[in-house]
């Protein structure tokens, strides 16, 4: 059974930091490229960030460059996201995803993250 699970969302002040986290199983991880999506309020999902499988390649979009970070530990199956200095506009549900191609393509229940004072 397929299970892609994050965690580590909640409330935090503007200029704050939080990591999230996702594990994942039921599939060979180390064959997947992950992602972390976000969808704000009345908003469309966006891509946040994506790491490849063997993490040698990683990219974010630009509004998050420079102050999020994704990596990813094969040996625990989880992929992380590290965010620092976060802003209001960072407010969202963040979803984890796992893609090997169309066809094995996996999302999480998402976890969400306040910015607020």
């Known amino acids: 059974q397929v299970q892609v699970v994050e965690s580590g969302g909640g409330l935090v002040q503007p200029g704050g930091s939080l990591r999230l986290s996702c594990v994942a199983s039921?599939?060979?991880?180390?064959?997947?490229?992950m992602s972390w999506y976000r969808q704000a309020p009345g908003k469309e999902r966006e891509l946040v960030s994506t790491i490849t499988s063997a993490g040698g390649f990683r990219n974010y979009t630009n509004s998050v460059k420079g102050r999020f970070t994704i990596s990813r530990d094969n040996a625990k199956n989880t992929v992380y996201l590290q965010m620092n200095s976060l802003k209001p506009e960072d407010t969202a549900v963040y979803y984890c995803?796992?893609?090997?191609?169309?066809?094995?393509?996996?999302w999480g229940q998402g976890t969400r993250v306040t910015v607020s004072s």
């Open positions: 995803n796992a893609r090997r191609n169309r066809n094995l393509d996996y």
């Open positions: 039921g599939f060979t991880f180390r064959d997947y490229r």
